[in-house]
């Protein structure tokens, strides 16, 4: 297992276009994270999975932004209606079901909306 | 509510210096407590976590951190900088919440290292 995945790892697009990204966590973790990076800023927690329930969404997460996870293994996130202020970097990470474990995070997705 | 500060968004040293790179954290409960490390356009990559137990915890490529609970600090540290540890560094505060752990991020140092 080369660790959490994500895909596409740029993206660019006009406001108002649609986005979905993709996130492959390591095989065994049944927790799942999305979190986005803005410039100069740390990871701002979007929402949480365990398995395929979202359990949390931050108030970040406005009505624009859809997270899944379908069958407890890979999640997409999309945004609707992009707007200038959703450039950022878009991290997910996964961890295991323990109560002090660390969370590893993929690459991340950096969007730039035009 | 858990919070983290870090002290310096940008520090600056000497290939060989010590690094030292300060965390304050804020927590109504003892805190799980982490390091992460973030090269230019990647994801963020562990250095050490401390949980409970020795309070100076030992991470990857050198780096070490102390846990003090009187100053609610956990400052991390490395005796020789190379030019390889430029990066972004993060402290981070792990949360428990709904019975799963929940990761509130300091916004974070840039370390540049000179010859």
């Known amino acids: 297992d080369t660790g959490v995945s994500q895909d596409p790892r740029h993206k660019i697009t006009k406001r108002g276009q649609n986005v979905t990204f993709r996130c492959d966590p390591i095989?065994?973790?049944?927790?799942l994270y999305w979190y986005r990076q803005t410039l100069g800023q740390g990871p701002e927690f979007l929402t949480y999975f365990q398995n395929e329930a979202q359990l949390e969404k931050s108030r970040l997460l406005s009505d624009r932004f859809s997270a899944e996870r379908p069958k407890g293994s890979f999640s997409t996130l999309e945004i609707q209606r992009t707007e200038q202020g959703d450039s950022a970097m878009y991290l997910c990470?996964?961890?295991?079901?323990?109560?002090?474990?660390?969370?590893?995070f993929g690459q991340g997705t950096r969007l730039t909306v035009v | 509510a858990q919070s983290v500060t870090q002290l310096g968004s940008h520090v600056s040293v000497s290939e060989g210096a010590l690094v030292l790179l300060r965390c304050n954290y804020s927590s109504s409960v003892p805190p799980y407590l982490f390091w992460y490390v973030q090269y230019p356009n990647q994801g963020l990559q562990l250095l050490l976590k401390y949980t409970t137990g020795a309070t100076l915890v030992k991470g990857i490529n050198g780096f070490e951190a102390e846990f003090k609970k009187s100053e609610t600090s956990f400052h991390l540290t490395k005796p020789s900088a190379h030019m390889s540890d430029a990066a972004e560094y993060f402290c981070a505060v792990s949360v428990l919440s709904g019975g799963y752990n929940k990761l509130i991020f300091g916004a974070g140092t840039r370390l540049a290292v000179h010859p």
């Open positions: 095989s065994e973790h049944n927790r």
């Open positions: 990470a996964s961890s295991l079901s323990r109560l002090n474990t660390e969370a590893f």
